[in-house]
């Protein structure tokens, strides 16, 4: 699993309210994505990071934030969660730059009532 | 922007037979492609991954091959067996960095 950890992995949470998910990885690994999966979307790209504060838009980013601090850590924030935002959140890590793995992580599935 | 499209969508065999599940992107300019299995409610497991300068990859009973000019993948799995039965997710990794996933194949394999 590429030492991924997603946290936490439910959340039920009232509109408006910020949430922050946390992805943590153990292997110092340079890039760091979060996805959401929902039913007749499939996977789409939120935000990504290439390294320690260096972070980039995915197609999907608006109402979302994210913070990379430190190699092992990156965060997602709902600014102010809506129920448009219920989904199943995937973080996952790439082990180099061009011909290498993606792995993910086990997921975090948010419901915004 | 990559586009990614898996045909077909759903999947419906006998124990047995051999399985093929496509996929096809827009953008060429690939550093490499990857196939992942999701079962029900989990997460996404790494199946196999094809560099951009590679023409198949194989790993037991499973065989993707890469046609990167025409933007083209296919996974093949042979012998199928119930435990087969899953969500196939194609993914593209375009040179900035991105990864972008295909809706996925259902795969069911009756007894």
């Known amino acids: 699993d590429a030492g991924i950890t997603q946290s936490p992995r439910h959340k039920v949470t009232e509109t408006g309210t910020p949430v922050t998910l946390r992805c943590h990885q153990t292997?110092?690994?340079?890039?760091m994505y979060w996805y959401r999966q929902d039913p007749g979307h499939g996977l789409r790209l939120i935000h990504y990071?290439?390294?320690?504060?260096?972070?980039d838009k995915g197609e999907v980013s608006d109402g979302y934030s994210v913070s990379r601090s430190k190699t092992e850590d990156f965060l997602l924030t709902l600014e102010s969660a809506t129920s448009s935002q219920t989904s199943v959140y995937f973080c996952?890590?790439?082990?180099?730059?061009?011909?290498?793995?993606?792995?993910f992580g086990q997921g975090t599935r948010l419901t915004v009532v | 922007k990559q586009e990614v499209t898996q045909i077909p969508a759903a999947l419906s065999v006998p124990e047995g037979e051999n399985l093929v599940l496509n996929c096809s992107f827009t953008?060429?300019?690939?550093?490499?492609l990857q196939w992942f299995r999701q079962d029900p409610g989990k997460g996404l497991t790494s199946l196999l991954l094809?560099?951009?300068?590679?023409r198949e990859q194989t790993s037991g009973r499973l065989n993707a091959s890469l046609d990167k000019s025409s933007g083209r993948s296919t996974l093949y799995i042979a012998a199928s067996q119930p435990g087969d039965s899953a969500t196939y997710l194609c993914?593209?990794?375009?040179?900035?960095?991105?990864?972008?996933f295909g809706a996925g194949t259902t795969v069911t394999v009756r007894a």
């Open positions: 996952a890590i790439r082990t180099g730059t061009t011909n290498t793995e993606a792995f």
């Open positions: 292997e110092n690994h340079r890039y």
């Open positions: 990071s290439y390294g320690v504060k260096d972070t």
């Open positions: 953008d060429s300019a690939i550093y490499n």
């Open positions: 094809i560099q951009s300068s590679q």
């Open positions: 993914a593209v990794c375009s040179n900035d960095y991105k990864l972008s």
